[in-house]
């Protein structure tokens, strides 16, 4: 469950309209955790207006959350509504669905997931050296950075040789002017050189330019909009392919996998953590499981998953089994997180799902790396 930090929140400008607007209802646009976190922290201010949730999922609305009603976007008005996106991965879809509907950004609408922790990237970064000795001369493409280029940075400032990095949701990133959000990359540069005694500034990745900072684009190489199942690269681009958190999202990630297979050189690696679950239990949903989605066809799930922040149905056998039939060598495999699939669960999937092998299903995280073979 999310906490309320004032390292993700930025709701000054929100707290202020609340003293003086005429809107009837507060609707949080996202129910989910960080949603829940929100209301958690304006429960406790005693925010006067009554609070709901909205949600594009349709196996949500309906229900409630913190005991308070899930609607539909569609049963919004801007002419009584304050609406707050607590989402983060599709805020500018949501932004765009709400100005459809006549909400206005900073008068009716707000968006609150500013802040971003720049002590994340160093976390992803400890995870990729599990299982990478060292990046330095490496040519390197990072798959899926987020509302941040914190990694890119980092493994700059580690030695690697060249740092690309492909996007395919806006996530509110900025590059190569980050001025924005310096405070970012400005903790990020200190915690670097007290870390590391590494200067992100001298002769490094960033560029400050009097009241402007950037990002050298000479050195962090940014795709946007680029897709992994579509990567516009020459073969045998990179040393090194990684990606923290993605694949689960991407509809065909078996193609994913032969793209990056595709773009390693022989001998080079690619590195990932994967997440195969019902993404709708980041809440406190009694209703689902971990693997609730199973009870849906393939093409049921897609169909509800399509127009939602997107993630597949895809198990952990399958991501093992794509990756392996696209011609890696497996080096390494870590379980992270699993449950124990009682018959109850088990029953209820969907019969496609019934000749799959029940421990490994269970697999809720894992972790792997695995080599593309000299030829």
């Not at 607007?21 to 955790?33: E, N, Y």
């Not at 950075?145 to 990694?151: C, D, E, K, M, Q």
Request: proline share 5%.
């Amino acid at each position: 469950m999310y906490q309320f930090s004032d390292k993700i929140f930025d709701i000054a400008a929100l707290l202020s309209c609340l003293q003086d607007t005429d809107s009837k209802r507060l609707v949080l646009f996202g129910a989910a955790g960080y949603g829940e976190a929100l209301f958690d922290e304006l429960t406790r201010r005693m925010i006067p207006l009554p609070i709901v949730f909205a949600d594009n999922d349709p196996t949500k609305q309906g229900r409630l959350l913190r005991d308070r009603p899930i609607i539909s976007p569609k049963d919004t008005d801007p002419s009584t509504d304050l609406v707050v996106i607590t989402t983060i991965s599709a805020g500018d879809q949501v932004s765009a669905q709400l100005e459809s509907l006549g909400f206005t950004r900073d008068m009716n609408y707000f968006e609150v997931m500013q802040k971003l922790d720049y002590s994340h990237a160093f976390d992803v970064i400890d995870f990729y050296q599990g299982y990478v000795r060292a990046f330095g001369g490496l040519d390197i493409l990072h798959v899926g950075p987020g509302g941040h280029l914190g990694v890119e940075i980092l493994l700059s400032v580690l030695g690697a040789r060249s740092v690309y990095s492909v996007e395919y949701h806006s996530f509110r990133l900025q590059y190569p002017d980050v001025t924005e959000v310096e405070r970012f990359y400005t903790g990020l540069a200190e915690t670097a050189k007290k870390k590391w005694q590494h200067d992100i500034y001298q002769n490094g990745p960033l560029i400050q330019n009097g009241k402007t900072l950037n990002i050298r684009k000479d050195m962090i190489h940014l795709l946007y909009p680029c897709s992994v199942t579509a990567l516009p690269f020459a073969e045998f681009s990179f040393d090194l392919v990684l990606h923290h958190a993605v694949f689960e999202h991407v509809p065909d990630p078996e193609k994913g996998y032969g793209e990056i297979f595709r773009v390693l050189r022989p001998g080079g690696k690619t590195v990932g953590l994967v997440d195969p679950q019902d993404h709708r239990t980041f809440s406190s949903f009694k209703e689902y499981h971990p693997l609730k989605f199973l009870e849906h066809s393939r093409q049921e799930w897609y169909e509800l998953a399509r127009d939602i922040n997107f993630h597949n149905q895809v198990t952990t056998p399958e991501h093992r089994q794509m990756a392996l039939s696209q011609g890696f060598r497996l080096d390494k495999w870590d379980v992270l997180v699993k449950m124990d699939v009682s018959e109850e669960i088990w029953q209820s999937f969907h019969p496609q799902f019934s000749d799959f092998d029940r421990d490994e299903i269970g697999i809720l995280r894992f972790a792997f790396s695995a080599t593309r073979p000299v030829q």
